[in-house]
């Protein structure tokens, strides 16, 4: 063989030097559809196969692809943004587009919380940052901005919120007798899994009794979520069924926790930098 890109003679499946494969060619109506296909997992059996572990057995399934079994598999981030584009497509056609609702509401509800806070007694007061002015009816409207902005990107949303998960999980369960001494890192992919699964089972959800209006995450019922992570964390770890309810409630108190820790956080930053301007 000799290889297209760098023209190397080869024997094998795959060029020594640059690694493409041998089997590369003239473009065909056959082969665009092909690695089209591929972009969005259609292509070969991963996908399916990961959607179908994910719901059937998914703490063996996230444990497999922890030890290295990752073949079979599809990648884990690109998976979850696959799902967040099917998931809006079913929101969308279920429930005539309510992300338009519900950005009005966001907008209705930003204008209520401006002129709350300027009832108060700030009286719409100019504060100095340092870079320029800023009005609390300014502010309050860059918060629901923001609250837009992660809304229509729920990917971007569930991998932040999986964050604190994944610090939160890393800790309670480092001395799981069946996977000790787990990485950040491995962690982080073990959230990305579940929210891959809680994705999947959102869909089917909204197949069935239609989509939510204000679901910011997930439609799912409470319950059903505990369950979920008590089931996934119980084959991943191998804690006894009664260990891993209360670890798996831990976990999430302990996200709460991180979370009012990281919201007074920026609220005393933002407390300090708001500051009158001097008189005169």
């Not at 964050?163 to 992919?189: C, D, G, M, Q, Y």
């Amino acid at each position: 063989m000799r290889c297209l890109n760098c023209h190397t003679e080869y024997e094998g499946h795959y060029c020594p030097e640059c690694g493409q494969s041998a089997k590369t060619s003239r473009f065909t109506v056959k082969s665009v559809l092909s690695n089209t296909l591929d972009v969005w997992g259609m292509g070969s059996r991963s996908l399916p196969r990961t959607v179908w572990h994910l719901l059937t057995r998914p703490g063996q399934m996230i444990g497999d692809y922890l030890d290295g079994k990752r073949m079979p598999y599809f990648p884990p981030v690109k998976l979850l943004f696959v799902l967040c584009v099917f998931y809006a497509l079913i929101t969308s056609f279920s429930h005539g587009f309510p992300d338009e609702t519900v950005t009005d509401n966001h907008a209705e509800a930003t204008t209520l919380l401006a002129e709350e806070l300027s009832e108060r007694g700030k009286n719409n007061t100019l504060f100095d940052f340092g870079i320029g002015k800023v009005s609390v009816e300014g502010a309050a409207r860059s918060l629901a901005d923001t609250l837009d902005w992660f809304y229509a990107h729920k990917p971007v949303t569930l991998l932040c919120l999986h964050l604190f998960f994944t610090l939160s999980a890393w800790i309670v369960f480092r001395r799981a007798p069946k996977r000790p001494h787990t990485t950040l890192a491995e962690n982080f992919f073990v959230q990305v899994l579940i929210s891959s699964q809680l994705m999947v089972l959102s869909m089917l959800y909204t197949l069935l009794f239609g989509s939510q209006d204000g679901a910011f995450f997930y439609p799912l019922p409470g319950w059903l979520l505990m369950l979920l992570f008590v089931w996934d964390f119980k084959y991943l770890f191998g804690y006894s069924w009664p260990k891993t309810c209360g670890f798996t409630v831990l976990t999430h108190l302990s996200v709460l926790l991180l979370f009012i820790l990281l919201c007074s956080l920026v609220f005393s930053l933002l407390s300090l930098a708001l500051v009158p301007s001097p008189v005169g």
